[in-house]
């Protein structure tokens, strides 16, 4: 799995590596076995002796690196293949599955929600500081003030976690808002050996991703915070007040070249013990069954305990299918931008002039045109790389003080910039290329730079190279706020269709994940790289691991608000009252293709916390809810197993389908007769006709709700049945059915969107539609 930011750390993955020096003996890789302990023979007293007989049955030698009893049934342990099979094999075992490694994928925020207008909402109506967020993540940096606990009160009574002291990490790193932290490691270490030489083997955070992900969540007011000066203002999480929180440093792996899954499902085991309320996990994998994913199997066992588990949606957009996280019972969030830009200009000495953004602070370039030269036409390298300002790839005879246009990709954005300083150029114009389109990223560089867009890259190229004697200046604008249209869907932001689980609509939604400020770790400097001396207490930076964290700080304050609610109820309030248009009402924008943006890049919408307080209608799932989508997945009992950790057979009788999972979203899907892979599992040709059936719960003052569909598929006639539900007390259920015609079929991977509103006047309860067929 990695971090989910667009920030390039991850660097550190070629400096480090993991090959093995393989000799004459079978490689032995990290496999994490699950068992049905239902199955246990009779002979064993304890599950533990089962585990450890069933380990000795194929390997005198293996031990294991963890036991998991709360997120998953099982074990971790390093075996060969051959081994692994035979483990495989053994009664009672129901998969043994090979370690995945996952990798890591705010001043302005909370007003920007619109927290700051009614933070008294949740004050009022909460006992939320019994809140516990949790966060799998680098670490944490205690001494940031961020997690300064002035004012709090005790830690909750709930609370059953430890602050594991460490490297740099005492018991007294933690307080009442950072309340706990742990690393796990035994995984990670089971690879690499030893680390202790290059990091600290205690929950201090190395890398600054996990302060900034734990920040954003639930981090105390800070005055002040800025970046250079820049985004300066009030830092706070999004639940400063009321969210307790602790960290628990599972993802020390993540850093130097993933996070292991073997240490993340512990890392879940423990956080359900230890009563967390939310886990925040800004990271994601390849994307496999749920059976197979670890992510999705701990997480399983969170949603049961009642803990609501949001997950950042991955940083692979704009193509589509590249979601990460989509399981039912995670909140998948997606990101999009805020209103504050960091504007950097170009002027070429044609008289043109490009928008830029960037986050250089220091001796400016002299506000004169200066000689500018394309990296391509400056460079050593032949290949077509030339123009990618690679480490060393420059000729400093043809750079020495000028300006240089870097094209974007590959080595990382910063990184480009000190190798135009190191050849002797005094500024850089970072241009991006297809691959980026329009999005831009404001960086921290370490001389005068500025990034552009696809277009004006172009541009400025042509001007470039088409003049003998070209020249450029940029001018720093600093920080400007109020920035229109906002939010737009951020280019990176992963989208659907749903790769996994097509019928099931995901991302969830998003919140604000572009050059977002928090707080960050003073071992490293704001942009990662090793040249980077610079140290910072809060650092801007973008990602949906930056969005995710929004969701689980917002998800934090309604637990407070409604400690009887389920996750399903939490998320459902979240994504009814999210919005998908501007006041204007014109959809909110996707800044990859200045076009709209629909439900598969983000979903239900953008989060707005203070409606979702008040949802009026939610729509529950409970545990027996999952159990089905998973029997309507046709998934075996022994794959049902390894998800739920009980033995469980879907009953024959009944028919279970994902049309009528109570989610808070439509996915529906028309199936062409030519391209009917399976005509089994869907109708044989069209026109034709689906029914949906959903189930909404009352959590408002007694009400008559309307319904609204608004659809731009005219190809698909679409009626809800009743068209008015009345409620006359709290937690009352009424169910409706909508019946989706597809009057026309339309070619495969044709993409229709509506949206079914209910109302009483006074709440709005809102769900994506989308239509494709296949
Ligand atoms: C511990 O922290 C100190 C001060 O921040 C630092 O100088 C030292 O290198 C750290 N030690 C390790 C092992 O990281
Ligand atoms: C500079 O690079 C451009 C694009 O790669 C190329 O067309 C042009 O011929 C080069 N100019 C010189 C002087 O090498």
Aim: with cysteine; aromatic share 8%.
């Amino acid at each position: 799995m990695r971090l989910l930011i667009t920030f390039p750390l991850m660097m550190v993955i070629f400096v480090m590596g993991f090959c093995h020096v393989s000799s004459s003996t079978p490689e032995k890789k990290t496999y994490i076995v699950h068992l049905a302990k239902s199955q246990m023979p009779a002979t064993y007293d304890h599950h533990l002796d089962w585990y450890e007989a069933s380990l000795r049955h194929v390997s005198d030698t293996a031990k294991m690196i963890y036991t998991y009893t709360t997120a998953a049934h099982g074990y971790a342990t390093r075996l060969t293949e051959l081994e692994a099979e035979s483990l495989a094999s053994l009664p009672g075992v129901l998969t043994v599955l090979p370690e995945t490694r996952y990798e890591l994928h705010t001043t302005r925020t909370p007003s920007f929600l619109g927290l700051d207008h009614t933070p008294d909402a949740f004050l009022q109506s909460s006992t939320g500081s019994d809140v516990i967020i949790g966060v799998l993540d680098t670490g944490v940096w205690p001494e940031s003030k961020s997690f300064d606990d002035t004012g709090l009160g005790p830690v909750p009574k709930t609370w059953r976690g430890t602050c594991q002291s460490g490297t740099n990490f005492s018991a007294s790193s933690c307080n009442r808002k950072l309340i706990g932290a742990q690393y796990f490691s035994q995984g990670y270490e089971a690879v690499v050996g030893s680390f202790e030489s290059r990091e600290s083997k205690s929950p201090r955070d190395d890398d600054g991703h996990g302060t900034h992900t734990a920040s954003t969540a639930a981090g105390s007011p800070v005055e002040g915070a800025s970046l250079f000066g820049f985004a300066p203002g009030t830092a706070r999480g999004m639940a400063p007040r009321l969210g307790w929180r602790y960290i628990r440093k599972s993802l020390l792996v993540c850093w130097t070249g993933g996070c292991f899954s073997s240490d993340i499902l512990k890392a879940i085991d423990k956080a359900i013990e230890d009563n967390v309320n939310v886990l925040s996990l800004s990271l994601g994998g390849g994307m496999s069954d749920y059976y197979k994913d670890s992510v999705a199997i701990g997480t399983f066992a969170a949603m049961e305990h009642g803990i609501l588990v949001s997950c950042s949606a991955g940083n692979a957009g704009p193509t589509p299918f590249s979601l990460s996280n989509v399981a039912p019972w995670i909140t998948t969030v997606g990101a999009g931008t805020l209103d504050r830009d960091f504007p950097a200009s170009v002027s070429t000495g044609d008289g043109k002039t490009f928008f830029g953004v960037s986050l250089f602070r220091g001796k400016s370039l002299p506000r004169i045109h200066l000689p500018i030269v394309y990296a391509g036409n400056a460079t050593k390298v032949t290949s077509s790389t030339g123009s990618l300002c690679m480490p060393d790839s420059l000729i400093p005879e043809k750079v020495k003080d000028k300006i240089v246009l870097c094209d974007r990709g590959i080595s990382p954005r910063v990184q480009k910039g000190a190798v135009v300083k190191e050849a002797g150029g005094i500024g850089m114009i970072l241009a991006n290329t297809e691959a980026n389109g329009e999005e831009l990223v404001a960086d921290a560089h370490l001389l005068p730079a500025t990034a552009v867009g696809q277009k004006s890259g172009d541009a400025i190229r042509e001007y470039v190279v088409s003049n003998s004697k070209p020249t450029a200046s940029i001018l720093f604008e600093g920080t400007k706020v109020g920035v229109q249209p906002s939010p737009v869907v951020a280019a990176f932001s992963s989208r659907g269709p749903n790769g996994i689980t097509p019928a099931l609509l995901k991302p969830d939604m998003i919140a604000p994940g572009v050059n977002i400020l928090a707080g960050w770790s003073e071992a490293v400097g704001p942009t990662g790289i090793a040249t980077d001396t610079r140290r910072v207490q809060f650092n801007i930076i973008s990602g949906t691991s930056m969005s995710c964290p929004h969701v689980s700080g917002l998800a934090g304050l309604l637990k407070g608000a409604h400690p009887d609610w389920s996750p399903a109820a939490i998320r459902s309030a979240l994504m009814t009252t999210a919005y998908s248009t501007y006041k204007n009402g014109e959809r909110i924008k996707d800044v990859a293709t200045g076009k709209p943006s629909t439900p598969l890049d983000h979903g239900a919408g953008h989060v707005d916390p203070v409606s979702a307080l008040n949802p009026g209608l939610v729509y529950d799932l409970t545990t027996d809810d999952y159990l089905g989508f998973l029997c309507a997945l046709n998934y075996t009992p022994s794959q049902i197993s390894s998800i739920a950790r009980r033995s469980f057979a879907c009953d024959s009788k009944n028919k279970y389908t994902i049309t009528d999972f109570n989610y808070p979203s439509f996915a529906v899907s028309f199936k062409n007769p030519i391209s009917a892979v399976n005509p089994a599992s869907g109708p044989k040709s069209g026109p034709t006709m689906m029914k949906h059936t959903r189930s909404l719960t009352n959590v408002g003052p007694p009400g008559s709700y309307k319904v609204t569909v608004t659809s731009e598929a005219t190809e698909v006639k679409i009626s809800v049945e009743p068209e008015v539900l009345r409620f006359s007390k709290v937690n009352e259920k009424k169910s409706y059915t909508v019946t989706f015609t597809a009057e026309k079929m339309m070619p495969s991977d044709t993409n229709r969107f509506a949206r079914i509103e209910w109302s009483d006047g006074k709440h709005v309860v809102g769900s994506p539609v989308a239509i494709s067929w296949s």
